[in-house]
């Protein structure tokens, strides 16, 4: 008997052993899986690993013409841009974009949030995931997953035939408007609508958890970073100037943006990230980017009527005309337009609105 118990011993250890000592490079591999009514698909990723992932950029293709697709994500403070439809013969490719400044993912899963498709359409069997870090630089870029549908009934009672009766899926209450935690931005504030927009679309965030600090200056890395995540976040290249050092939070963005032309450094080579961002020069990385992403340029306004026009660069002539006939930019009420002052986060958050109304449209995550 004493042998047999210690056999039996000897062999729940090396199960054990089975269980807790995995391959070194076993790795799991993400799944999509869905619920869907109608022309609403409820998305989950499942099986993601332990490492934090801030960004997501789903290729998942639909069975039919999908001619547009949106995005609610689960947390107010998430951004999904409209989704792209690539229409085929008889499929659709919608790219699905989505970011947070906190962690998307918890336990191993990430709830994307409510996709809306333009008719009642179902995704093929398989997607493309690319996940993205802190740094929104690619963990895991192009792999292919496997997407499954769930269930979404519940086993319910019996007819009077034996067959089970649904349970209707509960239709959740609308989550009230967020309110600003910011002490420093009250509701008398010329820029309290702006920055509420750009908050509840996780555009800007406070300086601190209370702190929106609207006085304050902001960087050239700032306004690229927001204007990347705007983009969706894309596979970006790393960055060629040689004070953009990787790892930092604003690396692929730059990089990204320099790939895109919508920034070109300075005559040193250098990008000065912590420069202060000037008026003319938010409305010039403004304008490359509206016309990198296919907007419309064509306005343009008449800067005659400032009385510090010739201090205007030669280079931001053009974006500062546009950005003042696109009502983005107004002067400052005292005759002037101030090209070189540098641009406060208010200021930052009042042209970001106007520009997103205009061209963007964003829907608000629920």
């Known amino acids: 008997m004493t042998r047999y118990r210690r056999l039996t011993a000897l062999a729940l250890c090396l199960a054990l052993l089975g269980v807790f000592l995995l391959p070194a490079g076993a790795v799991s591999t993400p799944k999509l899986?869905?619920?869907?009514?109608?022309?609403?698909?409820?998305?989950?990723?499942?099986?993601?690993?332990?490492?934090?992932?801030?960004?997501?950029?789903?290729?998942?293709?639909?069975?039919?013409?999908?001619?547009?697709?949106?995005?609610?994500?689960?947390?107010?403070?998430?951004?999904?841009?409209?989704?792209?439809?690539t229409a085929g013969e008889d499929q659709t490719l919608v790219t699905v974009y989505l970011t947070d400044q906190a962690a998307l993912n918890k336990n191993g899963s990430l709830?994307?949030?409510?996709?809306?498709?333009s008719a009642s359409l179902s995704p093929a069997d398989a997607a493309t995931l690319t996940l993205l870090d802190r740094d929104l630089k690619p963990i895991a870029e192009g792999q292919s997953i496997a997407v499954s549908r769930q269930s979404s009934g519940g086993s319910g009672g019996s007819s009077s035939g034996g067959r089970p009766t649904p349970t209707p899926t509960p239709t959740p209450e609308p989550e009230p408007e967020p309110e600003l935690p910011f002490t420093d931005v009250a509701e008398t504030d010329w820029f309290y609508n702006e920055v509420k927009y750009v908050y509840d679309k996780g555009m800007m965030n406070g300086v601190s958890g209370d702190t929106f600090a609207p006085d304050a200056s902001t960087s050239r890395a700032m306004i690229v970073t927001v204007l990347y995540r705007l983009a969706g976040s894309p596979p970006a290249q790393a960055p060629s100037f040689p004070d953009v050092a990787l790892g930092q939070y604003y690396a692929y963005p730059v990089g990204w943006a320099a790939q895109q032309s919508i920034v070109n450094g300075y005559e040193t080579g250098e990008f000065r990230p912590s420069g202060l961002l000037t008026r003319e020069q938010f409305a010039t990385i403004l304008y490359r980017y509206a016309r990198a992403m296919g907007y419309s340029t064509a306005a343009r306004g008449d800067l005659t009527a400032f009385t510090d026009l010739a201090a205007i660069s030669p280079y931001a002539g053009d974006a500062m005309s546009w950005a003042v006939g696109a009502g983005l930019l107004s002067g400052m009420g005292d005759g002037t337009i101030n090209p070189q002052g540098s641009a406060t986060r208010a200021q930052m958050a009042a042209i970001l609105t106007r520009f997103c109304k205009a061209f963007v449209d964003i829907p608000r995550g629920i």
Do not use: H, M, W
Not at 111 to 117: A, E, F, I, P
């Open 33 to 85: 899986t869905y619920t869907q009514s109608g022309s609403t698909l409820r998305l989950k990723l499942q099986d993601l690993g332990q490492e934090s992932i801030y960004g997501v950029q789903l290729e998942l293709t639909v069975k039919g013409v999908c001619t547009s697709a949106t995005l609610a994500p689960v947390s107010s403070t998430a951004y999904a841009p409209p989704c792209g439809c």
């Open 111 to 117: 709830d994307l949030g409510t996709l809306t498709l």
